[in-house]
């Protein structure tokens, strides 16, 4: 990881919290948004009607939470949660998923310590991101 890479973390989390949005990306991976200005709930409900959709409920989370993602067409799909350092913490999802399948998958974060993370979703070239806050 590079000196960029950690400014622009900081940055984007700074402007998800600066807009009360959901951070779309981090460091270098590549995201559905080319530019955190684009983020509004007008862009965001795109992203759903578009065939990409990432949830999860309670937020912040206790121990236990529901992540529910769906995809617009058959693709490999993959759920990834990273820490606010953007380290890979757990893959929860590895798998084919048909078109408008809606998957739920309970996401223990017990063994996680306070703080922020985020959930990538990826199904085939699209990608979708939101915060996780755990509260103990």
Request: glycine residues 8%; aromatic residues 8%.
């Amino acid at each position: 990881i590079s000196i960029s890479d950690i400014n622009a973390a900081v940055d984007a989390i700074n402007n998800g919290f600066d807009q009360c949005r959901i951070i779309v990306g981090f460091g270098t991976c590549p995201t559905t948004r080319s530019d955190m200005s684009e983020m509004n709930d007008e862009n965001l409900m795109n992203d759903a009607l578009n065939g990409i959709a990432l949830v999860t409920y309670p937020n912040p989370v206790g121990d236990v939470a529901t992540i529910s993602f769906t995809s617009e067409s058959d693709n490999s799909a993959r759920v990834e949660i990273f820490s606010s350092r953007g380290e890979l913490v757990t893959t929860i999802f590895n798998g084919e998923m048909k078109a408008g399948e809606n998957r739920q998958i309970q996401f223990d974060a017990s063994s996680l310590a306070s703080g922020m993370y985020f959930c990538r979703f990826t199904a085939g070239e699209k990608i979708s991101y939101n915060k996780i806050i755990v509260n103990r």
